[in-house]
């Protein structure tokens, strides 16, 4: 490249679309900033569109939380999470203006009990959603499921700071299975206390990508299938608080790269298989107030990088 054209490119601007950053501005002017605990709980949280300005010199590339694509000036990231934001998003939200999107961050905020937006499924650049712990509600729309390029989507932790009950649903059409079988390229799903209250079907099993499987206290219920414990991917795997979830664990293979695995407080029962001394990636392990029984193999000695193991209920 020339001395011009190297010159030309450093002071290109870009933040090119300026609706894109009038939408970024609508979108922050839409909520009452609020810097107590009941909003954004964590500590290190702090307001990100506090140096958002427009302007002629203002380049939304450069604001806080977002992120553009080095060659067009699109906005393809936007990372507000515990940013003390307090209000709703609906259908008429500036951020469904942004359809180059392809990251979205709003986790650990407040958004009042409001539904979230059936439009979600305009976005359809969207591979990443992080909603968890931003008090949404009701049932989640099916036009999420229609975001075919989804790889992460964390929904998690979406209950009521006064009462502690569930906000968010997937019990009717759209279901768990519905969500299954059209996010074919999912590599990491967190429901955790989303109210599925519903079975695992096997074509959970199918899913080769997935790498980290979240769905603590969602009211599972059944049998848990067996293979998902074989996928070749799968690196985390979460279920616990799920007491009417029953299963057992098979002989692991030499080759699971499983890391974490936490069944407490299910009906997961009987013996630990030998072959756990096979899971040498395992770093945490939870089966407590679940039903297994007997002692440990002596195969799990063999676990050297396994810093957790909280111990197993005797019955």
């Not at 949280?45 to 060659?71: F, H, N, R």
């Not at 030499?254 to 298989?273: I, Q």
Request: aromatic share 8%; net charge negative.
């Amino acid at each position: 490249m020339s001395t011009a054209s190297s010159s030309a490119a450093s002071i290109r601007p870009l933040c090119r679309d300026d609706d894109e950053s009038s939408a970024l501005s609508q979108f922050n002017q839409s909520f009452v900033i609020s810097d107590n605990q009941d909003v954004s709980g964590d500590p290190s949280a702090y307001l990100k569109t506090a140096s958002w300005k427009l302007g002629d010199s203002s380049d939304c590339c450069s604001w806080d939380g977002v992120e553009c694509d080095d060659e067009t000036g699109h906005v393809i990231g936007l990372d507000l999470s515990s940013s003390f934001l307090y209000g709703s998003i609906n259908s008429s939200s500036s951020l469904f203006r942004l359809v180059h999107l392809q990251k979205l961050s709003l986790a650990d905020n407040n958004f009042n009990y409001s539904q979230i937006p059936s439009v979600f499924g305009h976005l359809s650049r969207l591979t990443y959603i992080n909603l968890s712990y931003s008090e949404f509600s009701g049932q989640i729309p099916s036009k999420i499921f229609q975001l075919s390029k989804l790889i992460s989507l964390d929904l998690s932790g979406n209950v009521s700071s006064f009462s502690e009950l569930t906000l968010l649903k997937l019990e009717k059409e759209p279901n768990l299975n519905s969500l299954l079988r059209n996010l074919t390229n999912l590599k990491e799903l967190n429901l955790g206390l989303v109210n599925i209250s519903s079975e695992i079907l096997d074509i959970l099993a199918n899913k080769t990508s997935l790498e980290s499987l979240r769905l603590r206290e969602c009211g599972l219920h059944g049998e848990f299938p067996m293979a998902i414990f074989q996928l070749p991917n799968l690196q985390v795997l979460d279920v616990r608080s799920n007491p009417y979830l029953t299963g057992y664990f098979p002989e692991f293979n030499k080759s699971s790269p499983l890391k974490l695995l936490k069944v407490a407080e299910t009906g997961f029962f009987g013996k630990l298989p030998d072959s756990i001394g096979n899971l040498t990636h395992l770093t945490r392990l939870d089966i407590s107030r679940s039903h297994f029984y007997g002692p440990f193999p002596r195969s799990i000695s063999r676990l050297r990088i396994l810093n957790i193991l909280l111990p197993i209920t005797i019955t």
